[in-house]
Every structure is written in C-alpha cells, then in structure tokens.
C-alpha cells in the first residue's frame, strides 16, 4: 500500500484554514518542491466538508457566533470575510430570510442597519455565513492548486476508528465506511482534527420521553422540527416539557431556537435546565471601566512565595467584581494578564497545571452569549417558562406513564431530589467527557492504547509545539486545549481566531521534509 502524505482526520474549520495555509506555503515553495508533489487526503464522517459541526448544516441557520465578529475572527482574515459577506449580500439576506423564518427576520431587522454601516465588527453573525465562506475559499484554492501540479487531493467519507504504527515510522488508519465496511489508509503525516471530545450518553434504552443525545447530529433544524412536532400535537399543553442538562453555549442557543419559534413558545409549558453552575453564559458588558481593581493578586504580589493554586484562588477571587454586571471583557482581560506575570516565577509544572486545570475553572466563569441570546433566555424566564436548577444531573427514569421521563438529581448541598414534575424530552447539552472514557471509538482507543496520552486537563492531547502527540500523529483543533509549551499554550482551542494563529504553524510542521 502506497503511504499518503498529508492526512487529516475532521475536516471542520480547524483541517480548512490549516489546508489553506498549506496551500498558500506551498506556492511560495513550488520552485522547491519540483516533481515531489504531496498527496493530500481528507477524512470525515459527514457529507460535508470544511464547515464541521458549528457552520454547517447539522447546526441551525439560527445559530450564531458566540462572540461579535471583532472576537469571532483573526484581525488578518477580517476584511477578507466582510468583502465577501458584501459581495454576497444580495443572495444571503433573501436566503437566509427563507431558511431561518421569524427567527431570521427578527435577525435581518435588528443587524441589517448596523451592517448597512459596515459595523460588521459590533454583529453576533449567523455560523453558517462563516462556514460558506471559508467551504467556498477552501474548494477554490484547492481546485486551482491540483490545477498547477502543487498537490493531488483525495477525500474518504468515513468514520476513523483506530490507528497503528507501523516499525517504519508510518500509521495505519482503520476507517469506517457508511456501509460500515472497513478499510484502511497508510498516512506518513497524519493530523487528527476531529473537533471537541463527544458527551457522555445520560439515557440508555426506553427512558419514556425523547431522548436527545446530541443536539447537533444528525442536525439542530430536525431536532428542533421533532421538538415542535412533538409538543404541538400533546393532548395535554400544560405537560409539555423539555429537560436540558448543561448550561454552556449549546444549552442556551437551544433557548434562542425555542423563543424564536412562535409555536413552540406557544406549546411548551416548561424549560428545566440543569447544571453544577446554575446559570448561563453571561451578557458582555460593554461598561468602560477607569480601573482594575485586583485587590487578591496584589497582596500575592506583595507577599511572593505562592504557588498556583494560591494563585487561581487570587485570580477567581479578583474575577467576581469584573462579572458583576455581566462580563466585562477587558476587565478580565487584565486579571488574565496579570495572572500569567505572576505565574513567571513558578516552575513548568505549576505553569501547566494553570493552563490544564485553574485556567479552565476561570473560563468557566466568564461563558458569554451575545444579546440575540440572552434576549431570548430573559423573555423565557420573564414568561414564567424557564426555571435552572444549580445541581447535577444523576439519572432520569421511566415516569409512571411509561410516556413521560422522571429526572434525580442532586441539589447545591449534594442532597438527592427527584424533580416534582414529569418531562416529555431530555437534551444533552453537557461538556467533553474525559478522553481515557471517551464515546470516540477512535480517541479511546488512541489513549487507552497509549498511543497519545491525555494531558492533565483530561479533555486534551499531549501534544508538543510541534503539534505532534506520537511519531508521525500530529493534533489539531479543541484537542490541543490544555497543553502549555512555546507556541501552543490554551485552556481551550474551541476558538476559530486561536485555531487561524496556530494553522500557518502546522501547515509548516507538514511540509517539512522528514
Ligand atoms: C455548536 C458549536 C458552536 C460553536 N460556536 C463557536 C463560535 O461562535 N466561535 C468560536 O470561535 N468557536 C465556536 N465553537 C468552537 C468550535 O470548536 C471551533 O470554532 C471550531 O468549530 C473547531 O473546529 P474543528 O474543525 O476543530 O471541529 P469541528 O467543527 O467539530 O469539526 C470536526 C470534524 O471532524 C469530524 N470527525 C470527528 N470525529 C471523526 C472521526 N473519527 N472520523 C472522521 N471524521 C470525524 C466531525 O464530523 C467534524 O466535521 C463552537 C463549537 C460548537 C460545537
């Protein structure tokens, strides 16, 4: 079997700016290169490529980007992505007013006079406007490099399960096909880019009601569809109601899709989420401060002889007034960069500890989610038609109907409670589970095999500044979350400005010579 150069395992957003950094590379090279041309291939389970799960169409045309465009993209793609939402604009706003319905209109009302502006940077942008963008930039430069003898490129719909190193430095890939045949691709150069870790499944077997594991497989518009279905045709309205566990990004955009829809806003009585936090992501505040008081971390300073858990406490601590009133941004911002001075003086492994463990616990604490968002959780909760419990989940069981499932769970004081009502769907909306007990076929077997190991965070790959986690294994996206060396050193990567810094960096790591 003939090794493959290049191959990526995922190809979301992460696998195409890192495919269009090659390209880009590999045209200021060509002259180098000469007759050797690589063989590109992309591995991904779903139909569709370069969007992955945010931008394309397993989430909603509803959903939007966490942040305003100024945070969503790397300041150096910005124009380039505005130019073309201009250029598109006559086909996208009536598109997008079919797709999304009332929910999209609302949109166009309120954003199409900023944009009229060209105050793009203020919007909270549909995803899948970005996953257009870059879909159609990735196939263009790749058409044209095939075109010019720079690489040749092969795609495999398939599921990647295993890997095995060969003595000759090389990996085997097992993969799945859609008819669940099995194949496998030797790769010299093989980069997992397959995204965050899945969630752990919170309903086995007939738990009564409607189980929805993953709101965006096979896609959020058939969910919400089913949801509507479902609770529009109930003989009995005032029992309409939807259980969600988690509080993160997805529990809230689920929020967004219910207020938007005047018929299920209409039919469901009642939204329970719960989760450890007890609350959503917060609104940002836009309140321009004259000072930063960090009253915790300066004592540390002035004391000295800490050591990082001491530190996290002082940064939490400093954290509380800067989320008072909703989170504002450079507040945090200068908690964060005072953190990591003080960490200078602490050795690597209290520095990784920060980036694995503390790090995420602050991150935690400063989840947003732009006005459309948090419009949509206040006028619910107004309603009357949202409650969150502070506690966590422990199981649901089947209700006395057999129609109907019942939720245990533990309050804030670790009590044991049964909710006193009976819900008709549960949603999962929780986060990654740990890599080592990961749903993943391939990522368990990769850690379990101690093929790559997991890094102190548990929800990230080893990797080094090199991206690799194994011989000839490299890794992108959200799996890289939690490492600490000189390039790659985030508490999290489930972020496309963070994943558009580091895609030049491994473009070259894969076209080195080995
Ligand atoms: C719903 C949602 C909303 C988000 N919103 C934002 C946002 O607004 N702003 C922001 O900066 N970040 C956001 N993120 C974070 C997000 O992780 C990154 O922006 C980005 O999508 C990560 O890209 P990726 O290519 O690494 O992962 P993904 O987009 O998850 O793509 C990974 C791809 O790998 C495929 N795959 C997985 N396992 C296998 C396998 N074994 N074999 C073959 N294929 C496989 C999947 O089908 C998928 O297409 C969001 C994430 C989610 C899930």
Not at 42 to 51: G, I, Q, R, S, T
Not at 364 to 383: H, I, N, Q, S, V
């Amino acid at each position: 079997m003939q090794p493959k150069d290049i191959v990526f395992v995922g190809a979301g957003v992460a696998t195409a700016l890192t495919v269009i950094e090659l390209i880009e590379q590999l045209r200021r090279e060509s002259v180098a290169q000469g007759a050797n041309i690589p063989t590109l291939v992309v591995v991904e389970k779903n139909a569709e490529l370069w969007k992955g799960i945010p931008y394309g169409h397993r989430s909603s045309p509803n959903a939007l980007v966490i942040t305003p465009i100024a945070d969503f993209i790397y300041e150096r793609d910005r124009q380039e992505f505005y130019a073309y939402l201009q250029n598109e604009q006559d086909t996208w706003v009536p598109d997008h007013r079919a797709r999304g319905g009332a929910i999209a209109d609302k949109w166009l009302t309120d954003n199409l006079p900023k944009i009229d502006q060209g105050e793009w940077d203020k919007v909270y942008t549909p995803r899948y406007l970005f996953g257009n963008y870059i879909a159609a930039k990735t196939e263009t430069m790749l058409k044209s490099a095939v075109a010019d003898g720079l690489l040749k490129f092969e795609t495999y719909q398939a599921a990647a399960t295993d890997i095995t190193p060969l003595p000759d430095g090389t990996n085997l890939l097992t993969l799945e096909l859609p008819n669940k045949a099995e194949t496998d691709l030797l790769c010299r150069k093989l980069v997992l880019s397959v995204g965050s870790a899945p969630v752990k499944t919170l309903a086995h077997g007939d738990v009564g009601g409607l189980y929805i594991h993953d709101i965006y497989e096979p896609s959020a518009t058939g969910h919400m569809k089913a949801l509507e279905h479902l609770f529009c045709n109930s003989g009995d309205p005032a029992h309409n109601r939807l259980l969600i566990v988690g509080s993160n990004a997805s529990s809230i955009e689920l929020l967004y899709h219910i207020a938007g829809n005047p018929l299920l806003r209409q039919a469901l009585a009642k939204t329970v989420i719960i989760s450890p936090s007890g609350a959503l992501p917060l609104h940002t505040s836009t309140q321009k401060l004259t000072e930063y008081p960090m009253p915790a971390l300066q004592a540390l300073r002035e004391r000295g002889g800490y050591e990082i858990v001491e530190l996290s406490k002082a940064a939490l601590a400093d954290m509380q007034p800067a989320l008072a009133n909703g989170a504002n941004m450079d507040f945090v911002g200068a908690i964060v960069s005072t953190t990591l001075q003080l960490m200078d003086v602490l050795d690597d492994q209290q520095k990784r500890e920060f980036y694995a463990i503390h790090a995420i616990k602050m991150r935690d604490m400063f989840r947003r989610a732009g006005p459309e968002y948090k419009g949509a959780a206040l006028m619910l909760t107004e309603a009357g038609r949202l409650e969150i419990i502070k506690g966590r989940f422990v199981a649901v069981a089947k209700g006395d109907n057999g129609l109907t499932l019942t939720l245990t769970y533990t309050d804030a004081d670790g009590l044991e409670k049964t909710y006193p009502e009976p819900f008709q769907v549960l949603v999962n909306c929780t986060g990654s589970q740990n890599l080592d007990v990961s749903e993943s076929p391939l990522i368990n077997h990769i850690v379990n095999k101690g093929l790559c190991a997991m890094n102190l965070s548990g929800k990230g790959i080893d990797a080094g500044e090199d991206f690799l986690a194994a011989p000839g294994i490299y890794i992108m996206g959200p799996l890289l979350g939690g490492n600490m060396n000189k390039l790659i050193h985030f508490w999290q990567l489930e972020n496309v400005s963070r994943l558009s810094y580091l895609a030049p960096y491994l473009a070259k790591e894969l076209l080195k010579a080995e």
